[in-house]
């Protein structure tokens, strides 16, 4: 398998905040490669630097073997942006916008009509219909299909699905899974969410510009050091200041119904049960779970603080 | 070729599909030329005018009556000698002042031919002729009465001197028209065109047309080409309203005059893309635009005549394209000069043109800082 | 007085021929935390406008805080708070400034705002930043301090739009503490979000589709209901049978 998106030690300062430090990553051709991460962490910067739009400060990365800096009016022709805001032309009509972006790139809707097909079949019943005035799915749609309208060998995607709601960002991430396996197209996707993990081939947890870990969603997940446990009881709210407080415990984060906690090496369960009905607690149910993306992630805050 | 086109259709679309836009590049040039033109051609009414009389007979007297009742003028005051009136003038109490020579009645009735002085407030061109234009003919009315019945004899009339104070060589009314188009083209070429740019870098669209194989030149020239073709329709527009609605000659060659309107369209197009790549919200092009429009709106002799305005004024507008334009513009199209009188001015817009395009394209950035 | 920070009977809000919000009726309980939950284009941001009193119902009517959405919106907006991930807090102003600005413009004396100010900012643990222009605050940060803004009137009822959207894991959760901590102290919450998880944190969600109010219940009721482990599951099952906006 070779490298498609190559980075070494890229680094990017605003004023004397580093927004990059020194990243270093590959990414294979044909895989779908996941920046995981919050605002503000740096996804956006590394994604302009690799979609030559920004200059890095130091450092360098290539892009289907050219030069980000120097060959870039070359990348610019092999890949496809789609950048955080809603970014096509509210004015014209989604059949305007799709031709518009195929002919900037030289080319036209037929001759690609194949790749966009899945997609801008679910939209093509609004062609006529002003950009502006279609829902966020079909925005999203329309904004996929213009940044694949040209064939390009790699897709950047700066959070696609930032403010989605979860279903139609399932139907995002399949109409994802899709065009790498039938058009092998490569895929650099950052998101804020960290569930979307599962969905990738392999993934770069970011925080404040620095990879804290890459792997694959399952490599991580198995690098997660601590034993992790969920705990719930019938008073939830008391039972999360009580965990806290137990100097044994080491850390306690609410994960939907339950408590995801870590404990100091010494504490058996039976013993953290017996506390916490002492503690007044009816139903202690403590069970070993295996962590998520999310609490590897934290974990990771936590290691780094 | 066909990137670049397909660009300059999305630029027109663009425009057609928004309202305002369209009000603002096809509507305003004509409601302007409308205004300014209404402007020069309308009565002048309540004329406020003092008299000095240095001869005190009937025949004065008859005329300072005929003049105190007709509709247009209002007899304010009268003076013993013209320095007391042009006091008055510039308190601002009196428009306009007639003076008549001592001996005026024997000076007509003996050799036929004697004259009255009207002073006139110059700063006010349009309104200043008029004013001249009602007082001839009342003068001329007057005339006719008073050989009612008898031939009337070629020699025998009152010619108004007319001295303008303000403003003494009173430029031709038609001012307006060059000052309109140096204005519309300023506000089209520099502000609209630097919004529409600024617009795409605002709603994060210039990030995916940078990201793609254009080449940031093909995208300045095709959102430009719209504002230079509605620039060009603005100044046809212009030009046949105020020549067929308004009688405002061509005096000079219009060759000249359209050559010397591309040249300015030019140097304004390079500004509003000098502009736009200065700032990245289209509050702050409108703004920077509205900097240089009011200059212009100065000097373009639409607000105020240049020549009326202090000589360290008239040195800082040297710097405004609008009024090199303005002052060819008028030579041409009023004074018909040749070509060669306004090779000075044709030679400033072309260097700054040149300039301006050669530090906006240098400002340009391939990338988004 | 009612047991209800709020009630809507028939809300419905049309624009032309399109119904945004379709007849929804329910109840928020007073103190509680209302998850008020919808795939995108379900009609929650024009709910949400028609209870804090910004736009006019076509049909129905509600009460908030006791009073009338259109006829008494001046003291509705008296009464909440608000607070959305896109619009919080002036950037270009210190924090401060920002909450001087807020407190003012809910008539609190100058008193009141510094005794609370004071408080809120140890409370968050910014008081070295207090004179930070907020712009340059982290946005975790940020979105902490807006919500504290939100609440800084002391309001009956706070609207939270999406507040969480792009905040890092950790922070994500100090959020939702501050949440419970304005619960506790009688405040109603009503929030919108995209993340499941949180809706396992409301007392009860109600899920919208289509411009109507598809379910509402608390979530382990709701997960009995659909016999399914997470509220992911049951907004799917929900969500994907919406005929509009997934196009």
Same mark, same amino acid.
């Given at each position: 398998m070779s490298s498609i998106v190559v980075a070494n030690s890229l680094s990017k300062q605003y004023g004397k905040v580093n927004a990059l430090c020194s990243l270093s990553f590959e990414v294979n051709e044909g895989e779908i490669y996941g920046i995981i991460g919050p605002d503000g962490a740096g996804k956006t910067s590394l994604f302009r630097i690799l979609t030559t739009l920004l200059l890095p400060d130091g450092g360098n990365a290539t892009v289907d073997g050219l030069d980000?800096?120097?060959?870039y009016r070359e990348i610019r022709r092999r890949i496809g942006y789609m950048p955080?805001?809603?970014?096509?032309?509210?004015?014209?009509?989604v059949e305007e916008n799709l031709q518009f972006f195929a002919s900037i790139f030289g080319t036209t809707i037929e001759a690609n009509y194949h790749l966009v097909a899945d997609i801008y079949r679910q939209i093509e019943r609004f062609s006529t219909r002003k950009a502006g005035a279609l829902s966020g799915g079909m925005k999203q749609k329309l904004a996929l299909s213009c940044a694949l309208i040209h064939a390009p060998r790699v897709l950047f995607l700066d959070e696609p699905t930032t403010g989605v709601d979860p279903v139609s960002r399932k139907e995002f991430w399949e109409m994802l899974q899709k065009l790498r396996t039938e058009h092998g197209i490569t895929i650099l996707v950052s998101t804020p969410?960290?569930?979307?993990?599962?969905?990738?081939?392999r993934i770069a947890l970011i925080q404040n510009g620095r990879f804290m870990q890459e792997d694959t969603p399952a490599g991580i997940v198995k690098s997660y050091k601590p034993v992790l446990w969920s705990v719930k009881s019938r008073q939830m709210h008391e039972l999360l200041h009580d965990l806290r407080r137990f100097n044994m415990v080491k850390t306690a984060f609410s994960f939907g119904e339950t408590y995801h906690i870590t404990l100091s090496d010494g504490l058996s369960i039976p013993q953290l049960k017996g506390h916490l009905e002492t503690c007044g607690h009816e139903q202690v149910e403590i069970t070993p779970i295996a962590p998520s993306i999310e609490d590897c992630f934290m974990e990771l805050m936590n290691q780094t603080l | 070729m066909k990137q670049f086109l397909t660009f300059v259709r999305k630029e027109f679309f663009h425009i057609f599909r928004d309202s305002r836009t369209m009000l603002i590049l096809l509507v305003m040039p004509v409601v302007l030329t409308l205004l300014f033109g209404y402007a020069v051609t309308t009565e002048v009414k309540d004329s406020r005018v003092a008299v000095v009389d240095f001869s005190k007979d009937e025949l004065t007297r008859r005329i300072t009556d005929r003049l105190a009742t007709h509709s247009y003028f209002t007899l304010c005051a009268a003076y013993e000698n013209v320095s007391a009136a042009e006091k008055a003038f510039l308190r601002g109490e009196i428009d306009m002042v007639i003076v008549f020579p001592t001996g005026f009645a024997a000076d007509f009735h003996h050799g036929g031919n004697t004259s009255v002085q009207l002073l006139i407030d110059g700063s006010e061109p349009n309104q200043a002729s008029v004013r001249t234009g009602y007082t001839e003919k009342v003068m001329a009315s007057f005339m006719q009465e008073l050989h009612s019945g008898k031939p009337m004899s070629t020699s025998m009339q009152i010619i108004p001197e007319v001295r303008m104070l303000y403003n003494p060589q009173l430029k031709s009314e038609y001012n307006f028209v060059p000052g309109v188009i140096g204005l519309i083209l300023m506000l089209i070429c520099a502000l609209m065109s630097s919004v529409s740019i600024v617009k795409e870098k605002e709603t994060g669209t210039m990030e995916i047309l940078l990201a793609s194989p254009l080449p940031p030149i093909i995208i300045i020239l095709a959102k430009l080409v719209p504002y230079f073709v509605i620039a060009c329709t603005n100044i046809a527009t212009i030009l046949m309203l105020s020549y067929?609605? @308004?009688?405002?000659?061509?005096?000079?060659?219009l060759f000249c005059f359209l050559g010397i309107s591309l040249v300015y369209i030019l140097a304004c197009l390079s500004l509003g893309l000098l502009i736009s790549t200065l700032v990245s919200t289209q509050l702050a092009a409108m703004l920077l635009s509205l900097l240089l429009i009011v200059p212009s709106l100065y000097f373009s002799g639409l607000a105020f005549p240049l020549e009326s305005m202090p000589t360290a004024l008239q040195n800082i507008s040297s710097i405004v394209p609008a009024r090199w334009y303005v002052s060819a513009a008028r030579k041409l @199209?009023?004074?018909?000069?040749?070509?060669r009188h306004v090779i000075r001015e044709l030679g400033v817009l072309t260097l700054m043109t040149f300039m301006l395009i050669t530090i906006s394209l240098s400002l340009f950035k391939k990338r988004l800082e | 007085m009612s047991e209800y920070a709020i009630v809507a009977e028939g809300l419905t809000k049309t624009f032309g021929t399109f119904t945004a919000t379709d007849h929804i009726t329910f109840e928020v309980r007073k103190g509680e935390i209302f998850g008020f939950l919808g795939a995108n284009g379900a009609g929650k941001t024009t709910a949400m406008r028609m209870l804090c009193g910004l736009s006019r119902p076509s049909e129905g009517r509600a009460t908030v805080a006791g009073f009338d959405v259109e006829r008494e919106a001046e003291q509705v907006k008296r009464n909440i708070g608000y607070m959305s991930q896109k619009f919080s807090l002036y950037d270009d102003l210190t924090v401060e400034e920002n909450l001087r600005l807020f407190g003012g413009i809910y008539g609190m004396t100058s008193a009141d705002i510094k005794h609370k100010a004071n408080h809120l900012l140890s409370n968050l643990g910014l008081t070295d930043l207090r004179k930070a222009m907020v712009g340059r605050l982290p946005l975790g940060w940020k979105q902490k301090l807006a919500f504290s803004l939100s609440i800084f009137h002391n309001p009956k009822i706070v609207f939270l739009d999406e507040?969480?959207?792009?905040?890092?894991p950790v922070t994500r959760r100090q959020f939702w503490e501050l949440i419970y901590e304005a619960a506790d102290r009688g405040i109603t919450v009503f929030v919108t979000t995209h993340y499941m998880d949180e809706a396992e944190y409301c007392d009860r969600v109600s899920i919208m589709v289509d411009g109507k109010i598809e379910a509402l219940d608390t979530p382990s009721q709701l997960k009995k209901n659909f016999s399914v482990g997470t509220m992911y599951e049951v907004f799917y099952a929900l969500a994907r049978k919406a005929k509009r906006g997934a196009g």
């Open positions: 980000v800096v120097r060959h955080g805001r809603f970014s096509l032309y509210p004015d014209l009509s969410y960290m569930d979307e993990a599962a969905w990738c081939d | 067929f609605l @308004m009688g405002v000659p061509m005096a000079g060659s @199209m009023i004074q018909g000069v040749e070509a | 507040p969480t959207g792009g905040v890092d």
